[in-house]
């Protein structure tokens, strides 16, 4: 099979799941991440919140982008660890649970292609609301500054990467050990708590906040950004390696 046949088969697949996954994590996406950020921008000074949170960071931001990326990238998890468990489980887990993933081998597309299609599906449709969701509030901030901020390169390279990093390392926990679960339930239970444990962690030691995520992804000096740069690697061999199980898995099915 020539790469261009199989990017074109990983577009398919992707177009297919982002058809059947955009408008119900749409609507809950923004009504969960609304109800994080909207209502503080119009309680009492718009960048308070903001402000308040920058505190928390051993490097204050210096404008609105970096700000309302380090920002996002703390309150998105745990909306985002419910929604992409959910999300992840119902196009692996449970798929396989009903024999549903039987389907694919009739597909005249590879088991490769089905893989990769859907997760891109997934990432995009979940990634595009975060950014749109993050846009929205700094309108809501600054709507005098707004493109002033978002049209800068440093700027946008800022929010698009910080907000990808965590996505992706989500991404690959959950992915894992979906594959790999034996049943639904257990792949929710396993990847909630896989991930939450990190801010248990960080709860209970503050000073290792800044070496485990979410935090991790908003370093912005040596040597805190190898320990992002660490969990970015192993969410590829995550990755990586549910893409095999996946394939091996669909086999037996």
Not at 140 to 147: D, G, H, T, V
Not at 222 to 250: D, E, K, T
Request: aromatic share 16%; with cysteine.
């Amino acid at each position: 099979m020539g790469l261009s046949n199989l990017m074109i088969q990983i577009a398919r697949v992707a177009a297919w799941e982002v058809a059947g996954l955009s408008r119900p994590l749409f609507i809950l996406l923004l009504s969960v991440v609304f109800s994080f950020y909207i209502p503080s921008s119009f309680v009492g000074h718009p960048m308070m919140e903001i402000k308040d949170q920058l505190d928390l960071y051993p490097i204050a931001a210096r404008d609105l982008s970096e700000s309302i990326a380090n920002a996002g990238v703390v309150k998105f998890y745990v909306p985002l660890i419910l929604i992409i468990s959910f999300s992840v489980m119902n196009t692996f887990t449970r798929e396989f649970d009903s024999g549903l993933a039987k389907f694919y081998l009739s597909l005249p597309v590879s088991k490769l292609a089905v893989i990769a299609g859907k997760l891109l599906g997934s990432f995009l449709t979940i990634y595009s609301v975060e950014i749109l969701v993050s846009l929205l509030y700094a309108y809501l901030l600054e709507p005098s500054n707004f493109l002033n901020y978002f049209l800068r390169l440093d700027s946008a390279i800022t929010l698009l990467s910080r907000l990808f990093c965590e996505l992706f390392f989500i991404f690959g926990v959950t992915t894992y050990i979906c594959i790999l679960a034996p049943k639904s339930w257990v792949a929710i239970v396993l990847s909630t708590f896989s991930l939450y444990s990190f801010l248990l962690v960080n709860e209970l030691q503050p000073s290792l906040k800044w070496y485990l995520p979410p935090q991790v992804f908003c370093a912005g000096e040596w040597p805190l950004q190898f320990f992002g740069i660490l969990f970015i690697s192993i969410s590829i061999l995550l990755m990586l390696w549910s893409f095999y199980a996946f394939v091996r898995r669909l086999e037996v099915t």
